[in-house]
């Protein structure tokens, strides 16, 4: 009989939480088998039990050895490799189950693919996140399969060649800009995000000598996949199951890119001059070190070492202190939740953007210029 290492037992307990996200899946199913009141528990676990947590868990702050290998994180590393397999198993499921069940009522139905949508936006998209950020070819395409579930496969490139270069100044789309309220956020984040990431593909391609079509635009991938994708719902539910599915697509675009407002908001680089802002610092997003939000989403609240370390896998992101980068008082679910209310949300965050500015920025007076999003030359910022 093989006796597992005492070590490696640890390293499995400590992954354990981050596989809290598979609950969900039995949440889903038997909100689908029984109807009524269950359809609802969806974004109930999801938002509601990870938010009473984080106020009966509190802040975790410990930071494990950013030098740790790949071969420590296996069990991390587990469950961002399982996921697809398990959300595209759930999802063909619904869209064959739901369309032809009697005891579902239209209502029940659409409540249903909303907490779908939550599924696969909180989870899924943010775990293609962490996917696409690695070198494996075999992690890229399983985040790529997740995009395409919620039909947003621009957000690779746009994530990468857009925000990553650019976030906290004018070129980058999805930095909230101070006092702009989630609801003028959001659509305008939708076409911006189109249109940047089509441009950064295309001017890779043109710096090569190659036509924005060129077969290697990964583009070509994005449609062929979310193509598959609407005709296998059309395929499992017919048109309900097409109306259900863009249903939970829209959810989960709307569940990411309410992430993206609060990740940045107000939060803004230093204009150097000559078109060049001050690298990206820990304070340049916020953090939030709330245990069990940052269980149920892979860590991706230590935002601030995210951008500030990109290729750090997210067991092994650092969690930064006040001194150093700015904090959210409530994790994701509750700052969302307020996000979708604009007069609570600035009542809540535009006191911490003064005060974030004052902390690293005291000599700037004037901070009109960035908050706006097309003139790149302050005054009095070079």
């Known amino acids: 009989m093989t006796t597992i290492p005492a070590a490696e037992v640890a390293r499995l307990q400590n992954a354990l939480p981050f596989w809290l996200s598979l609950g969900m899946v039995p949440v889903a199913v038997f909100g689908a088998l029984h109807g009524g009141w269950a359809v609802a528990l969806l974004p109930l676990y999801s938002w509601g039990l990870f938010s009473l947590l984080d106020a009966l868990l509190g802040l975790n702050p410990d930071n494990a050895d950013p030098d740790t290998p790949d071969s420590g994180l296996k069990w991390y590393r587990a469950i961002t490799l399982i996921w697809f397999p398990v959300q595209f198993t759930l999802l063909c499921w619904l869209l064959w189950y739901v369309p032809q069940a009697a005891h579902l009522d239209t209502g029940e139905?659409?409540?249903?693919?909303?907490?779908?949508?939550?599924?696969?936006g909180t989870i899924g998209i943010n775990y293609s996140h962490?996917?696409?950020?690695?070198?494996?070819?075999?992690?890229?395409?399983?985040?790529?399969?997740?995009?395409?579930?919620?039909?947003?496969?621009?957000?690779?490139?746009?994530?990468l060649r857009v925000h990553h270069l650019y976030v906290g100044t004018p070129r980058d789309p999805v930095t909230a800009r101070y006092n702009e309220g989630f609801h003028r956020?959001?659509?305008r984040v939708l076409l911006a995000c189109h249109r940047s990431a089509w441009a950064a593909e295309g001017a890779m391609l043109a710096r090569k000598g190659l036509s924005a079509l060129d077969k290697s635009n990964p583009y070509?991938?994005?449609?062929?996949?979310?193509?598959a994708m609407i005709a296998l719902s059309l395929l499992l539910g017919g048109w309900v199951g097409l109306a259900l599915f863009l249903w939970q697509a829209w959810i989960a675009v709307w569940q990411l890119e309410l992430v993206n407002y609060i990740e940045h908001y107000g939060l803004t680089r230093r204009y150097l001059g000559d078109g060049r802002y001050e690298h990206v610092l820990p304070?340049?997003?916020?953090?939030?070190?709330?245990?069990?939000?940052n269980w149920l989403l892979i860590n991706l609240?230590?935002?601030?070492?995210?951008?500030?370390?990109?290729?750090?896998?997210?067991?092994?992101?650092?969690?930064?202190?006040?001194?150093?980068?700015?904090?959210l008082p409530y994790g994701y679910p509750l700052m969302t939740?307020?996000?979708?209310?604009?007069?609570?949300?600035?009542?809540?965050?535009n006191p911490r953007v003064k005060a974030w500015r004052r902390q690293y920025y005291?000599?700037?007076?004037?901070?009109?210029?960035?908050?706006?999003?097309k003139n790149p030359m302050p005054k009095g910022a070079s």
């Open 109 to 120: 139905k659409i409540v249903l693919f909303f907490g779908m949508g939550v599924v696969s």
């Open 130 to 159: 962490e996917l696409m950020h690695q070198k494996s070819a075999v992690e890229r395409w399983l985040g790529d399969l997740l995009l395409a579930t919620v039909l947003y496969s621009h957000f690779r490139s746009e994530h």
């Open 185 to 187: 956020f959001f659509p």
């Open 337 to 349: 939740l307020s996000a979708m209310i604009p007069p609570l949300w600035k009542r809540v965050m």
């Open 220 to 227: 070509w991938r994005y449609w062929g996949l979310q193509a």
């Open 283 to 293: 304070r340049h997003s916020w953090n939030a070190s709330h245990r069990a939000s």
């Open 362 to 373: 005291p000599d700037i007076a004037d901070w009109h210029p960035y908050n706006k999003a």
């Open 301 to 327: 609240q230590r935002h601030s070492d995210h951008h500030y370390k990109p290729d750090r896998r997210f067991p092994l992101l650092q969690s930064w202190g006040t001194d150093d980068a700015p904090q």
